[in-house]
């Protein structure tokens, strides 16, 4: 077996048990049809020599497919593998960067806080007041387990976690912190952190507020093992069986979601390309991904660091098996299907290989039919071909159903991870909103300015500067403001772009809310709503109280921050589409209401059309399955908010927001389901024979002796001449031996019922003569050539004499359980032959279709 080279599929398929049954089922009937082959060859060459031809097709077809179905399969269960893994890779690096992105402003901030930078210089020596203001910090950015001020020396001046002392330093971090303009980060084994193997640290230098000296380091000391442990944890699922890693440059493991498995220290192998190769490990194999990052607002993170994920191959495809097709309606599961060539091109190729076997076998079933005498001793034979071709449709259809279900259970699980990323990335960045208002609103300056009976210009411009340096720092916010008692707008950074709202004053409502707060830890989000104070747009306003600094109890203010929803949201919806072309995402409320929006169509502010089931997930809860949306087959994911460490856990505030993320297929298509298992024909002995097809679904038959053969529905040529709208074009006939001859193709459906059929895969031409003319009718699908006995053949009550219907008789199949309508040849030939002939549907309508089958 010939496979790409990218992929070896032997040393997969020991671990799938599926593709092996499969596999054994395409040998067993491809040895049947060679020894079916073989036996007419032997026991009746000639009367078979019209049959040999379609049979070497047959098992031609079969070696083909064969090989690309069991390869198919194969290299499918592999790519969903790699893509689940992936995804997981990606969101591990991506989301470490985008948080430790926030830290590179926190220390930056911190480090020119004012009375921080005169106590290290000097001028006030009060250290538990200084280690209660870092503790106020870290109890709002939890993120920290350790803040620490340091002289130039090295020598801890205080820190925040008492139990683990440190009286100085001689980490070469400070040389390094104390010669940089900007913030230092360090990860490793430091004596700042003595209890820990390894510590995260984000360091800056401090300056004497008066004469601009350098007089100490502010060091941050990360969370590490806390913050990674719970992105692990909001990864992983109870049937995963895969590990979960974070790397360094050098590609040893500093972070590991089951350290019993793989323990950090540990050199692993890498697989920055995606490939499909097995890679070794600790004597067993994975298969692996690995993702570099991809930066956030030019922050790339800590040198070399990766996501990875490592799962054992022996365990990759041991799941349970995809349902995804079992709640979803036949038609549509049929419609969905006709778009295999865009969304999974290996499906489209064994669908149409398939489809070139079944055309095969029905061509060599239709070449001998009523044919007797010399032909007599391929009865056996031709037997044989039916009964394998059908066990060949059967296995056809139940492994491109596993492929199919193989396909569409990947995008499912793929939508609704990437609506639990986008759900977890706004819930992180709006918990830095809330830490950021609440310590902005401790500034002293701003405690005192606000504490005076009337601000002079002075305090303006100085609270105008203090405003305009944080915006200048945190850039995901338009404005910061504060205001007084009475809700009057005093500053604002930014002021002099746009309107201005200094001046301006708070509503009511918000006013009352922020004097309400209790303490500092507390903290007001205005609703999702348009607000002058974002030009008019919807976005969230954070808001604290202001407090008397020497007298808590004592509201003298607020603070403001406008959140750049616009911006910032799309941002978070396009990263989590990053490489996906077709798809569209959103935020929205549990009304539907859209928050943010990448579809232009869609805007924010409107309602997005969905299961309102789906709205009421619980918080933390996903989803995904199959829809219609605008037209076009889809999978949607969805998943609803749940907070990010105490943000909307238990601070109090409460603000359900989904993400929901369509992937789009290709437009809705009406076509009709086709299950050959339903429809097999429990025909009669010795009597008529009829080729029957699909239409609409339904099963057809037309007299076999008129049916010449069937060609594939691609090679219709379309032409540019008037005449009847259901022509559609010419097709070469293929007949050995003889000059190249056209027939005019029309279609079957539209001269039913009145609207064109749509073309797909399994569309098929069938060549029909009478008369001395051949046309082709262009049809659904193939079914058989079955025979009837002649009491199963019964007159329509609508017939109405010979000629004057299309459908005149019907065929009552399967113990009467099924009716196959028969087309009168004579008519269809009359009526395309007659150019006065109304172009109207042939069919007649429902009622009569109704009473015609009850009278049958």
């Not at 070794?280 to 994920?309: C, D, H, I, K, N």
């Not at 087959?633 to 989904?658: H, M, N, P, Q, W």
């Not at 199949?813 to 150019?835: E, H, K, M, S």
Request: with cysteine; charged share 25%.
């Amino acid at each position: 077996m010939k496979t790409p080279a990218s992929l070896q599929i032997d040393n997969f398929l020991p671990y799938m048990r599926d593709v092996i049954r499969c596999e054994q089922s395409l040998r067993e009937l491809n040895l049947m049809w060679r020894m079916i082959e073989s036996s007419a060859k032997m026991n009746c060459p000639t009367e078979a020599r019209t049959i040999l031809p379609t049979m070497a097709a047959t098992r031609a077809g079969f070696n083909r497919l064969e090989e690309e179905l069991v390869t198919s399969l194969v290299r499918e269960k592999v790519a969903t593998v790699l893509a689940k893994i992936g995804a997981k890779a990606q969101y591990v690096i991506d989301i470490v960067v985008r948080n430790l992105y926030e830290r590179t402003a926190d220390v930056g901030f911190l480090a020119t806080d004012r009375e921080l930078c005169e106590f290290v210089a000097g001028a006030t020596d009060n250290v538990e007041a200084i280690r209660y203001r870092l503790r106020a910090y870290r109890n709002k950015y939890t993120v920290y387990d350790e803040i620490m001020l340091l002289d130039t020396k090295g020598n801890v001046l205080v820190q925040i976690d008492e139990e683990s002392p440190v009286e100085g330093s001689v980490d070469p971090l400070l040389a390094q912190t104390l010669g940089a303009t900007g913030y230092v980060q360090t990860f490793r084994a430091t004596d700042l952190r003595p209890s820990k193997k390894q510590a995260l640290i984000y360091s800056q230098r401090m300056l004497d507020p008066q004469t601009g000296a350098v007089v100490g380091v502010l060091c941050l000391c990360f969370n590490f093992e806390e913050e990674m442990a719970g992105i692990f944890r909001s990864l992983r699922e109870e049937e995963d069986r895969f590990n979960m890693l974070l790397l360094d440059g050098d590609n040893r493991v500093i972070a590991s979601a089951d350290r019993s498995w793989i323990d950090v220290g540990t050199i692993v192998p890498v697989n920055r390309a995606g490939s499909s190769h097995l890679m070794v490990y600790g004597g067993r194999e994975y298969l692996v991904r690995t993702f570099s990052a991809a930066g956030y607002q030019g922050y790339m993170g800590p040198p070399g660091w990766q996501g990875q994920v490592m799962i054992p191959v022996e365990v990759a495809f041991s799941g349970a098996a995809s349902n995804a097709l079992d709640d979803l309606d036949p038609d549509s599961a049929e419609g969905l299907l006709t778009h295999a060539r865009s969304f999974c091109p290996p499906l489209f190729e064994i669908m149409t290989a398939a489809d070139t076997i079944r055309r095969v076998v029905w061509n060599g079933q239709v070449m001998t039919a009523g044919q007797r005498g010399e032909l007599q001793k391929l009865k056996t034979i031709l037997e044989q071909i039916g009964e394998t071709g059908n066990r060949s449709n059967e296995l056809f259809s139940q492994s491109i159903r596993d492929l199919y279900q193989t396909v569409i259970g990947s995008s499912l699980d793929d939508v609704e991870f990437v609506s639990h990323l986008l759900v977890d990335l706004l819930d992180r960045n709006l918990y830095e909103r809330s830490d950021d208002c609440r310590w902005w609103a401790l500034t002293p300056e701003l405690r005192m300015r606000l504490a005076e009976e009337a601000m002079d210009l002075e305090s303006v411009q100085q609270v105008t500067d203090i405003l305009d340096y944080i915006n200048r720092l945190y850039t995901v916010y338009t404005r910061i403001f504060v205001y007084d008692r009475h809700g009057v707008i005093v500053a604002s950074s930014r002021d002099g772009e746009g309107a201005s709202i200094v001046g301006t004053t708070l509503d009511a409502a918000t006013l009352a809310s922020v004097k309400a707060l209790r303490g500092e830890q507390n903290y007001h989000v205005t609703p999702f709503v348009p607000t002058a104070l974002y030009d008019g747009a919807p976005t969230y306003v954070y808001h604290a109280a202001i407090r008397d600094a020497d007298n808590d109890t004592a509201i003298v203010g607020g603070i403001g921050i406008v959140f750049d929803a616009t911006v910032e949201f799309a941002a978070m919806l396009k990263s989590g589409l990053a490489g996906k072309d077709a798809a569209h995402a959103f935020y929205v409320d549990r009304q539907g209401r859209i928050i943010s929006s990448t579809d232009p169509r869609r805007p924010v502010g409107s309602t997005l059309e969905m299961d309102p089931a789906m709205l009421k997930l619980p918080n933390g809860s996903g989803t995904s399955r199959i829809v219609e949306d605008d037209d076009h087959y889809a999978v949607i994911g969805v998943t609803a908010s749940s907070g990010y460490r105490e943000f909307k856990v238990a601070d109090g505030y409460a603000d359900d927001v989904l993400a929901v993320v369509f992937t789009y297929f290709g437009q809705v298509r009406e076509v009709a389901a086709r299950n050959r298992q339903d429809t097999l024909v429990d025909a009669g002995a010795g009597g008529r024979e009829f080729a029957t097809f699909y239409l609409d679904g339904s099963l057809f038959a037309i007299a076999a002796e008129h049916a010449q053969q069937a060609l594939p529905a691609q090679r219709i040529s379309r032409v540019s001449m008037g005449g009847r709208p259901e022509r559609v074009g010419i097709i070469s006939l293929e007949h050995q031996g003889e000059e190249k001859r056209f027939a005019w193709v029309y279609d079957l459906g539209h001269l039913m019922r009145g609207k064109p059929t749509p073309l797909d895969a399994a569309s098929q031409v069938m060549i029909v003569s009478h008369g001395g003319q051949i046309i082709g009718l262009l049809v659904e699908d193939l079914h058989g050539v079955p025979e009837f006995d002649a009491g199963q053949i019964i007159p329509t009550p609508l017939a109405n004499g010979e000629g004057g219907m299309l459908i005149t008789q019907v065929i009552k199949a399967n113990g009467g359980d099924l009716l196959i309508q028969a087309i009168n040849i004579d008519y269809l030939f009359a009526v395309l032959n007659d150019p006065e002939a109304p172009n109207e549907p042939l069919l007649p309508d429902a009622a009569a279709v109704f009473d015609m089958r009850l009278a049958a």
